[in-house]
Structure formats: structure tokens, C-alpha cells
């Protein structure tokens, strides 16, 4: 279960890092997705969605990654009729 707060978006959020949970030929799963962007070290970061993952492994990947860019929180879309579920944490 996490206790981190995510952020329920309708579309790509410029200024976060975001999760996309869908259900895609009968199975739930969930990308992870961020603008690009520049590290304070200079490196680039260009825009990549991740490959699909378990909804907990997008979850805790956007977390944990969160620390390591300029963003300061974790947006989530919930595509057509999906529900959260209380074990993924607090979604506002």
C-alpha cells in the first residue's frame, strides 16, 4: 500500500511526473510518462513513456524517480471509466 498522494489529471500534466492507468485487451496495467527536461547536471531528458507496467511498479517507478527531476508531484490519468483503488494511495 503506498502513503504517497497523487493527483488526478485528464490529460499529460506539463509540470509532473504522470501515470496513465488504463485497461488495455482486458488487463490493467499503467505507463509512466514525463515532459522532457534538463538535471541540474545539465543532461537532457527527453520525453519517453514507459513500457506497460503493473500498476503498483508505475506507482512506486514515478516516486521513486520524483526526487530526481524539477517536478514536485505525481499526476495520475485514470482512462474511461477506471476507479481508483485504496491500496494505491490518496489520489486528490
Known amino acids: ?3 504517497h498522494t497523487f493527483h488526478r489529471v485528464e ?3 506539463d509540470d509532473a511526473i504522470t501515470v496513465r492507468i488504463s485497461i488495455i485487451d482486458g488487463e ?3 505507463s509512466v510518462d ?3 527536461f534538463q538535471h541540474e547536471n545539465g543532461k537532457i531528458y527527453r520525453a519517453n513513456p514507459s513500457r506497460r507496467l503493473s500498476v503498483s511498479d508505475a506507482l512506486s ?3 521513486a524517480v ?3 527531476t524539477p517536478f514536485a508531484y505525481v499526476a495520475v490519468i485514470l482512462d474511461g471509466k477506471m476507479r481508483w483503488q ?3 494511495g490518496t489520489l486528490l
Open 1 to 3: 500500500m503506498f502513503t
Open 11 to 13: 490529460t499529460l500534466a
Open 28 to 30: 490493467l496495467g499503467a
Open 34 to 36: 514525463f515532459p522532457t
Open 61 to 63: 517507478t514515478a516516486v
Open 66 to 68: 520524483l526526487s530526481q
Open 86 to 88: 485504496e491500496n494505491w
